[in-house]
């Protein structure tokens, strides 16, 4: 039982480039989300998912796209990468008995120059 | 809008009981919770109250006051292994939405 995997763990990027972070749960959780930490911050959401085939704005959407096309993946993409996008970024799911209990994955350290 | 304050720095010694203070002011709330995160790690749920009173879970308790909007996570026996950040926590009545607090950096010294 892997939980909530991402992928990569640490990924560069220049400016204007695109990239797709990946999410994988494997706990039959109908909730998935995306947030960003920046350094001495909380958690910000960006998008989420209340089930497969939906997804919602977060707090901060700007600049970024997600689809789940499978109820297991939550995919984050960067369409034109901006170094204010530089943050690491958390996947995160929960069972709709309880939402309020996020499982995170392990993270992925994003850095745009 | 949610609006959540907590102290951005505590530092308490090893035995001793710490209560880490979390206020907020939002336009819904559907309960608070507390996370615990280790630097470089994911954060990992700690509690959730959604009524008012406190919830015990072994050395870690929370608190909350819907009425005055606040809520606090006390942690008793510290230990080194408790030094991380704590980050508070409002859900949005809008089921999926989340507000975090900027998350409070323990210190436990020996």
Known sequence: NAGVTQTPKFRVLKTGQSMTLLCAQDMNHEYMYWYRQDPGMGLRLIHYSVGEGTTAKGEVPDGYNVSRLKKQNFLLGLESAAPSQTSVYFCASSPTGEIEKLFFGSGTQLSVL | ?110
């Open chain 2, 1 to 110: 809008g949610q609006n959540i304050d907590q102290p951005t720095e505590m530092t308490a010694t090893e035995g001793a009981i710490v209560q880490i203070n979390c206020t907020y002011q939002t336009s819904g709330f559907n309960g608070l919770f507390w996370y615990q995160q280790h630097a470089g790690e994911a954060p990992t749920f700690l509690s959730y109250n959604v009524l008012d009173g406190l919830e015990e879970k072994g050395r870690f308790s929370s608190f909350l006051s819907r009425s005055k909007g606040y809520s606090y996570l006390l942690l008793k026996e510290l230990q080194m292994k408790d030094s991380a950040s704590y980050l508070c926590a409002v859900r949005d009545p809008n089921a999926g939405k989340s507000t975090f607090g900027d998350g409070t950096t323990l210190t436990v010294k020996p």
